[in-house]
């Protein structure tokens, strides 16, 4: 999808400098997509060594992130892009940060699988698995429709957005209800409550993705228009 991504220039090294830039981007991707994923393991399955494992690699998605923030700033100073090259160097910079969050909420995870100490019922370690499936499905898509340049997959997943948050609010009501009636539970509860709010702000990640890359298409800032019937017909209004 090269073609699609980038712009010809007749300069053959800023080709090769924006896809280097965009797949330094889907590598940190990958490498947040594999931290959500162990760590949701790492919580339902009370693995504490892959727990510890998403703890411990964190740092490579911090110097992902700085040595894409790094380039990314070489590219603005020396080639000085415009038009869809600059919003594909905007995109790319503003996508960084929100990699690198849901990196830190899946160690957040992790950390709270740690501190499980006991048992709750098995129920609700399912539905935070499932709620977790569901946002790696996010992720992923958003991940996908960056590198295929696919803004029709992009709107998809900001829908699911909408249903991932309450997917949260139901398994957050069972747990407040269930921390109620065994009085016990309520250290185990809480960090699996607290798991769910934080696959909840991955979910939020991944649309946030999802709207740099409608940014980087349309040339249109869609980050504070709440449906996404209106995204699309922000959309139909733009273009290069």
Not at 131 to 147: I, K, R, S, T
Not at 209 to 215: P, S
Request: proline content about 2%; charged content about 30%; hydrophobic content about 40%.
């Amino acid at each position: 999808m090269e073609e699609e991504f980038i712009q010809h220039h007749i300069s053959q090294q800023f080709n090769k400098e924006l896809v280097e830039l965009r797949n330094q981007v889907l590598s940190m991707g990958g490498l947040v997509e594999e931290q959500l994923k162990n760590a949701i393991i790492a919580l339902s399955t009370h693995n504490y060594q892959l727990a510890r494992q998403v703890y411990s690699d964190d740092y490579k998605v911090n110097a992902l992130e700085v040595r894409i923030d790094e380039e990314s700033t070489r590219i603005l100073a020396i080639r000085q892009p415009t038009a869809r090259d600059l919003r594909l160097v905007m995109a790319v910079i503003k996508t960084i940060p929100d990699l690198e969050r849901i990196g830190d909420q899946a160690e957040s995870i992790a950390q709270m699988a740690l501190q499980i100490q006991g048992e709750a019922e098995s129920k609700y370690f399912v539905a935070i698995r499932h709620l977790g499936e569901h946002v790696q499905y996010m992720l992923h898509n958003a991940l996908d429709a960056f590198a295929r340049i696919d803004v029709e997959m992009a709107l998809r997943v900001m829908d699911e957005d909408r249903k991932v948050d309450q997917e949260c609010d139901s398994i957050s009501r069972q747990l407040i209800t269930y921390m109620i009636a065994e009085p016990r539970t309520i250290p185990i509860v809480l960090n699996i409550l607290w798991s769910a709010r934080a696959l909840e702000r991955v979910a939020a990640h991944s649309r946030n993705i999802c709207e740099y890359l409608i940014y980087f298409v349309k040339g249109k800032d869609v980050r504070h228009i709440s449906s996404v019937e209106q995204v699309e017909e922000e959309g139909r209004k733009s273009g290069d």
